[in-house]
């Protein structure tokens, strides 16, 4: 791909723009001082790798105000049964977010700045609730365009939530890129909606065809 020019890049956002800022210590405190109870912080480690899978695989649930909702409370539970708490999970519901403070990765910003003095549209393209413009803004990034999975009815890797960002920024795949964290969500859906593809390698596993830092989609950009 050395030397493509691209008219769109698209994003993923959690693990590519994104991060959650110490969500072990900042569940075990929210613990504490809503609920009163004491836990080892590799019992919130526990708690939020439970949470965050069973979010990843429910996430496009959350459609609206009252279905979000809904996810939260039900995400709230599986972080109080992990933890062997009996509380009410709508209103442990606020304990969760009080752990969720959202950071954008440092290569972020340089990315964005280098795109937009380049004229290449960019894109967030995130299997995410409905609240994933708000979740981008807590990290300091406000984006023009944002699709998440709860807003267009389609999950990653299914090629419809590329297209559809495809069509509504009026970019043909042949002339879009997406990076990504993740290949087999990312890469495989990216790939069967005719889009070029890169992964940001952040956990410096050093695979092959992977970046270590977004702003090397900026020497593709020509």
């Known amino acids: 791909m050395g030397g493509a020019s691209y008219d769109a890049v698209l994003l993923d956002a959690f693990g590519t723009l994104i991060d959650v800022d110490d969500p072990h210590r900042r569940l075990r405190d929210a613990v504490a001082g809503r609920l009163g109870v004491v836990v080892e912080i590799e019992a919130a480690q526990c708690a939020f790798a439970a949470e965050v899978a069973f979010y990843a695989a429910h996430c496009h649930e959350g459609r609206d105000t009252s279905s979000l909702a809904d996810l939260r409370a039900a995400c709230a539970r599986v972080v109080l049964d992990e933890l062997r708490i009996d509380d009410d999970p709508g ?12 950071r954008a990765y440092p290569d972020v910003e340089p990315t964005l700045g280098g795109l937009a003095d380049a004229g290449v549209e960019v894109a967030v393209v995130s299997n995410a609730d409905c609240s994933l413009p708000l979740m981008l803004a807590d990290a300091g990034l406000v984006l023009e365009h944002v699709f998440s999975s709860a807003g267009v009815g389609a999950s990653k890797p299914d090629p419809a939530i590329f ?24 890469g495989v859906g990216a790939r069967a909606a005719g889009i070029d593809v890169l992964i940001v390698d952040r956990a410096g596993r050093g695979d092959p065809g992977t970046i270590s830092s977004l702003t090397e989609i900026l020497e593709l950009i020509t």
């Open 91 to 102: 209103s442990a519901a606020a304990l969760l977010m009080d752990s969720l403070v959202f």
């Open 163 to 186: 297209r559809h960002a495809l069509d509504a920024l009026g970019v043909a795949p042949g002339r879009a890129l997406h990076v990504g964290d993740t290949p087999a969500a990312d």
